[in-house]
């Protein structure tokens, strides 16, 4: 088995906040308040997805702060008006364009996703189109969507999904969905897992209900440019997290080596049932572990818990 890192050792983890909507859609601060804040919490990046809005806000990029142009479009089963929105099943995908230098005239029409709900053909050439055009695609909040595996396990072409949405663990306690993650993993999808908030900060921010800080991303990137966080995120050189870090995940001479901040548990999921998993008591914390490998596990993902009982973990690796 070839070394290789999960996680880049060059470059420097920049903290990211991949789902925000402003008053722009139906948040509640604009996207400048939002820098403010994210600021104050170590964000660097943030990128606005406003739903069925393109946005892109260059006046917020500074030496310290990246604004990444995207947005979130939907799609909704027909039935809604027979059923009613409660029990509507629906698509959301943020698209994050990796170049808004260019074509804004026709970018500030995006919004629609023209397609048909029962037609995942229909959604995947969509998706194609607009990773011609220079969009990542990423499918977001199946649990919350109201969405099964049938509704996602022919999707092709996404970029990444969101394994944990904070606003909407706030919504019902259903914003992590590993398990959606690894059975779209294994029907051949290979995928990048995001943690985001998705805020629309409706509650105040003192409150143990707000949707921010709760779901980010840690980008490795060369600095602190959109070539440089766009290539990383192309190559999956980041990680999710709750709040646990992951500071370096690598294989050599067929090991697994992971370190962390103090977690409880190190886990690694593998394509089927095996696991490969270090742990200790409540109370205590461990922040190493290593793990040989067989070649044989499909692919890997390292998956942390922490004693708050938060989570963090990598993209899957092939072996």
Known sequence: MKDFELLPAKGQFYKANMHCHTVISDGTLTPEEIKIVYQQQGYSIVAY???????????????????????????????????????????????????????????????????????????????????????LACYNHPYWSLQDYDDYKDLKGFWGMEIYNHGCEHDGLYGFHPQAYDEMLRTGQRLFALA????????????????????????????????????????????????PEIKEAYVKDGKLVVKTSPVEKIFVIQQGRDCYKKAVHPGETLTEAEFPLTGNEGYIRIQVKDGRGLFAGTNAYWV
Not at 199 to 213: A, G, I, K, Q, V
Request: hydrophobic share 30%.
């Open 196 to 243: 985001t908030d998705d805020n629309h900060n409706r509650e105040p921010f003192t409150s143990p209900l707000c949707d921010s800080f709760g779901g980010f991303v840690m980008i490795k990137a060369e600095e602190l440019t959109y070539p440089a966080v766009i290539h990383a995120l192309q190559e999956g050189n980041f990680y999710y997290s709750m709040g």
């Open 49 to 135: 997805t406003d739903h069925r809005t393109y946005g892109w806000h260059p006046e917020l990029n500074d030496e310290n702060f990246l604004a990444l142009a995207a947005f979130e479009g939907d799609l909704n089963q027909p039935e809604e008006r027979e059923i009613g929105w409660q029990n509507t099943k629906t698509y959301h995908i943020n698209f994050y364009d990796t170049d808004p230098q260019t074509g804004q005239d026709w970018k500030k029409e995006l919004g629609e996703i023209p397609a048909d709900y029962h037609d995942t053909k229909s959604i995947n050439a969509f998706v194609a189109q607009m990773k011609e055009k220079g969009f």
